[in-house]
């Protein structure tokens, strides 16, 4: 299957990804990656990438189509794949829609992993770390043994500022603000499935079964 998979800052889509592409046995194509990993390779798009970001600019639309286009004619891809990260903008979206036409394919699947904001913001929150060892753990899903206490040294636990409230708030805002034009574009066609992202890790997946059968 090929796949494109949508979700805000924590919402599991991580976890949920690997998991699919475990079963599928796809590869998880993520635009970070596959940027570093082209740009190591010193292909001929790679080289491109290159020059931009030592230059500290973005990465155009054009080179970063060009590297997906490498990636999803791989011999691990020609089963299917998982694009993570990509599309974000609709211009992206329309140039994927170009290159798959233009390749005699195209997508089985736009999924969106839905989870409301209040409980993102607690996700996103959660996590709290030792300054003293680096332990670190979340106060939700893999709590302390002792409240605001570090279970390898014992030292207090603190909330790094990119953990704050506010920061995530601010996530989150970018994230819709980017990505509520992008819903639009897929949310008309046969392939678009929102799938509720609130429960335990097997039951988001189970759902996730029910919108790739």
Not at 43 to 55: D, H, I, P, S
Not at 57 to 80: H, T
Not at 189 to 195: G, L
Request: charged share 25%; proline share 6%; hydrophobic share 40%.
């Amino acid at each position: 299957m090929r796949l494109v998979f949508m979700g805000p800052p924590g919402a599991g889509k991580g976890t949920q990804a690997r998991r699919i592409c475990e079963e599928l046995s796809i590869p998880q194509i993520s635009t970070g990656d596959i940027l570093r990993a082209a740009v190591k390779n010193e292909t001929a798009m790679g080289l491109e990438a290159k020059r931009y970001m030592e230059a500290g600019d973005l990465v155009p639309d054009s080179v970063v189509i060009g590297i997906i286009r490498d990636r999803i004619q791989e011999p691990d891809a020609q089963g299917g794949y998982l694009l993570d990260g990509f599309p974000r903008t609709v211009a992206q979206a329309e140039a994927l829609d170009a290159l798959l036409e233009e390749l005699g394919s195209g997508l089985d699947r736009v999924i969106d992993l839905a989870v409301p904001d209040s409980d993102l913001i607690a996700r996103l929150t959660g996590r709290r770390t030792c300054p003293a060892c680096g332990w670190g753990c979340h106060v939700l899903f893999a709590p302390p043994k002792v409240e605001g206490k570090c279970d390898s040294c014992g030292g207090d636990l603190v909330q790094r500022a990119d953990d704050s409230e506010a920061t995530a708030k601010n996530r989150l805002a970018t994230y819709h603000e980017q990505t509520s034009p992008l819903l639009d574009y897929y949310k008309s066609r046969p392939i678009f499935r929102a799938i509720e992202g609130v429960g335990t890790v097997d039951e988001v997946y189970q759902r996730l079964q029910g919108a790739l059968a």
